[in-house]
C-alpha cells in the first residue's frame, strides 16, 4: 500500500507570503504528526492530531502556525505571513491509534520549504 | 525536563569495523524509545524500538540496541558497518514526541 504522502515536495515563496503543505497519511492511521526539520538541527515536533480528540498543538512555534485535518485523514499544515526562519523541511508522519508513543511512526518524504 | 540527547553529531568508522550511536534520555516514568534513520532526501525510517521487555533490540538491517535504565541510555549498535548504513540517525522519546539532534554516521570503505 502507499505510504504517507506529502506536498509539494518544494515550496519557494516569498516573505510575507501564506503558504499550505499538504499530507495523506497511510489509510486506517487514526495519529498524524508534523515535525520541522532544520539545516543543522533536529527533529521539531509540532503538532499532532489523534483520531477525534483535540490536536496537541503544544509544539507550534507562533500563531502564524496551524494545522487542520479534515475528516480524520489528510491534514493542511498553513503557515502565514511566512518569514526566513521558517525555511526548514517539514515533515509529516502517521501511526496507528497513538498509545501514548508505543507506536511506529511512518514519515512522509518532506517538504522543502524555502522563504526569500 | 523530559528530553534527548544524542552527544556526537557525526561518527567515523571503517566498513567492518563495529559501530554505536549514543543516545541518553530523560522522562517520568517509563520510556518508549526508538531509532530511526534518514537517507538524503527521505523521510525517516524505523529501526528499532524499546517498550518494555528485554534490555537488547533488534531491528532492522542488522541494528540492534541496549537499553540501560541506570545510565538511562539507549545506545544504537551494529556489529559490522557497512559503507551503506551512511546515513543520519535519531533517537527518539516516544511519550513526548522528542527527537535528539541527530548523529551523522559515516562508514568509509
Known amino acids: 500500500g502507499a505510504g504517507v504522502s506529502q506536498s509539494p515536495s518544494n515550496k519557494v515563496t516569498e516573505k510575507g507570503k501564506d503558504v499550505e503543505l499538504r499530507c495523506d497519511p497511510i489509510?486506517?492511521?487514526?495519529?498524524l504528526y508534523w515535525y520541522r526539520q532544520s539545516l543543522g538541527q533536529g527533529l521539531e515536533f509540532l503538532i499532532y492530531?489523534?483520531?477525534?480528540?483535540?490536536?496537541?498543538k503544544s509544539g507550534l512555534p507562533s500563531d502564524r502556525f496551524s494545522a487542520e485535518r479534515t475528516g480524520g485523514s489528510v491534514s493542511t499544515l498553513t503557515i502565514q505571513r511566512t518569514q526566513q526562519e521558517d525555511s526548514a523541511v517539514y515533515l509529516c508522519?502517521?501511526?496507528?491509534?497513538?498509545?501514548?508513543?508505543?507506536?511506529?511512526?511512518?514519515f512522509g518524504a518532506g517538504t522543502r520549504l524555502s522563504v526569500l | 525536563a523530559q528530553s534527548v540527547a544524542q552527544p556526537e553529531d557525526q561518527v567515523n568508522v571503517a566498513e567492518g569495523n563495529p559501530l554505536t550511536v549514543k543516545c541518553t534520555y530523560s522522562?517520568?516514568?517509563?520510556?518508549?524509545l526508538f531509532w530511526y534513520v534518514q537517507y538524503p532526501n527521505r523521510g525517516l525510517q524505523f529501526l528499532l524500538k524499546?517498550?518494555?521487555?528485554?534490555?537488547l533490540v533488534k531491528g532492522s538491517y542488522g541494528f540492534e540496541a541496549e537499553f540501560n535504565k541506570s545510565q538511562t541510555s539507549f545506545h544504537l549498535k551494529k556489529p559490522s558497518a557497512l559503507v551503506s548504513d551512511s546515513a543520519l540517525y535519531f533517537c527518539?522519546?516516544?511519550?513526548?514526541?522528542?527527537f535528539g539532534s541527530g548523529t551523522r554516521l559515516l562508514v568509509r570503505p
Open positions: 508522519a502517521s501511526s496507528l491509534e497513538s498509545q501514548a508513543g508505543k507506536n511506529i511512526q511512518y
Open positions: 522522562v517520568s516514568g517509563n520510556p518508549y
Open positions: 492530531f489523534q483520531g477525534n480528540s483535540a490536536p496537541d
Open positions: 489509510s486506517g492511521h487514526t495519529a
Open positions: 524499546y517498550i518494555t521487555g528485554d534490555n
Open positions: 527518539g522519546l516516544g511519550n513526548k514526541l522528542i
